[in-house]
């Protein structure tokens, strides 16, 4: 059907002309009550709470009931960006994301009635010039589509190597979850924020603990479980007793903020290992067994999935708080405990499968042979819990402490099948890696787009001194070609932590 009406009208905001706001929680509506604001010329405020510089709210009235399209228009022939609001109203309040650092953006606003008419109005918005927080070099782009990815300071880039979401987080690690912003201040708690910089509401940690800053999950019920450290707690190690870090859960409640459940994880597994790491390594004056930087949930048993970089991989029930699984190499792991005195964590080992699900040799066991189809992954970060008993696993890799460990010069990604009945591990998708990196880095499966999004944080640049840099590649999954490739600098030998792919919300193909 013709449309009744089209308006394509233009107007310009302009950052300098934007009025002052005095803090993040300037009521903006009241703003907008103080002027008879219309479609075609609405209400337009850039950074509305500000925390996010490449965002802004647009309000304006509707005659009739409308649903609305907001596109974005791609800079220099990139694609647009089009997210849709399908609830009809006639007022009407948007978040646009997804702007262009300093320049003027054009918005599509769409308004579509009942009876299949629309009305359509352009609005120009002029951007500020952005703190230079990363440089995105671009060095191959095969996609089909245009995507995005989350850097984990608050920050989204296009294929284009352009920023889109620049948060302003404070020193702050940020993570995404549940299309929203989460930030950790290691000593205080947990703040939620909307993509727009919105503040939603703060958790506090509980006394004594100060969290490790490396990742956070949330569970379906959406309570937060967070990895860290509480004080005065020791392991015995070598006959003697050190102070232990990074080696507690806590679950904190998504409604009422408190800690409703503490996981000691030194309690299930062997801080007396020197395997991967020497247990006694120092670190602030404490033993650094675990180190500890991912978590994840199960819902399929409430188990919590943890990696600890020095210690390997292992399930735990939220509930019973037994250890359901341990996904490492099998050597030294002869006792458990803070005092060494748990029992043997042998029977809750994996056994490693090919993929006939015969199990290999005791020396591929032990982690002395190495064998072609599988391999364990050593100083593990970033673990994902994933469908169908599947896990992805970033693997650093590299030296290790036992010299006998099979182990591999470059980092590498891969995806494994854990049966936990049968307690039986096998690898179903492998990638050695082009770069080593020592710490951080992360990856991300996606079998809906037959992807594998990896990110390694830490690349040493061997033709610059001092300067590391992160290295973004997306795999095909069944191929394993290259369909995406970009250099990340932060400045220094300072990195961002990890990266994965970014989605924004109510986002429409083109």
Not at 26 to 39: G, P, R, V
């Amino acid at each position: 059907m013709k449309p009744i009406l089209c308006l394509i009208l233009s107007f310009f905001i302009s950052f300098g002309a934007l009025a002052a706001l005095p803090n993040e929680n300037t009521d903006f509506n009241e703003a907008y009550k103080e002027m008879n604001y219309t479609f075609e010329e609405p209400f337009v405020r850039l950074n509305p709470y500000r925390r996010q510089e490449l965002a802004a709210v647009i309000k304006f009235p509707t005659e009739k009931p409308a649903a609305l399209t907001v596109t974005v228009v791609g800079r220099d022939g990139a694609e647009n960006l089009i997210t849709s609001y399908p609830q009809k109203t006639t007022e009407h309040t948007v978040f646009v994301l997804g702007l262009y650092p300093d320049y003027q953006n054009q918005v599509i606003l769409k308004a579509v009635y009942d009876d299949h008419s629309f009305d359509e109005t352009s609005v120009m918005i002029q951007t500020p010039k952005i703190e230079k927080r990363a440089l995105i070099v671009v060095e191959k782009k095969t996609t089909p589509d245009e995507r995005y990815y989350f850097l984990h300071d608050g920050i989204v880039f296009d294929e284009n190597g352009w920023i889109r979401l620049s948060f302003d987080n404070k020193n702050e690690a940020v993570y995404l979850s549940h299309g929203e912003l989460i930030a950790e201040d290691r000593n205080l708690g947990l703040t939620r924020y909307s993509l727009a910089g919105e503040k939603l509401k703060h958790y506090s940690f509980p006394e004594g603990f100060t969290s490790f800053a490396h990742g956070i999950a949330q569970k379906p019920n959406g309570n937060f479980l967070v990895i860290g450290s509480f004080t005065g707690k020791h392991a015995r190690f070598e006959g003697q007793e050190q102070l232990t870090q990074r080696d507690f859960v806590i679950e904190i409640d998504f409604t009422t903020g408190k800690t409703v459940n503490i996981i000691d994880v030194a309690e299930r597994l062997n801080p007396d290992r020197s395997v991967i790491v020497r247990s006694a390594a120092q670190n602030y004056g404490m033993n650094d067994w675990c180190h500890m930087n991912a978590v994840d949930y199960d819902a399929t048993d409430n188990g919590i999935v943890i990696s600890c970089r020095h210690a390997g991989i292992a399930k735990i029930n939220e509930k019973t708080k037994e250890l359901q699984w341990v996904f490492s190499q099998h050597k030294d792991l002869e006792k458990s405990g803070r005092d060494g005195t748990g029992p043997s964590l042998k029977d809750k080992l994996l056994t490693a499968v090919n993929s006939d699900n015969v199990p290999y040799e005791n020396d591929v066991q032990i982690g002395t042979k190495a064998v072609a189809g599988f391999k364990w992954p050593a100083k593990t970060h970033h673990v994902s819990v994933l469908k169908d008993g599947l896990i992805s696993v970033f693997d650093n890799s590299g030296e290790l402490y036992d010299k006998t460990m099979v182990t591999t010069k470059n980092s590498n990604a891969a995806v494994y099948k854990i049966d936990s009945q049968q307690k039986t591990v096998s690898l179903k998708w492998f990638e050695a890696l082009p770069f080593a990196a020592e710490s951080a880095s992360s990856v991300f499966y996606e079998p809906t787009k037959n992807t594998v999004t990896v990110y390694l944080s830490t690349v040493t640049d061997k033709n610059q001194t001092g300067i590391s840099f992160g290295k973004l590649i997306t795999y095909d999954l069944t191929t394993h070609a290259v369909l995406f490739e970009a250099t990340v600098y932060r400045g220094g030998e300072t990195y961002f932590y990890r990266a994965e792919p970014f989605y924004f919300p109510n986002q429409q193909k083109v």
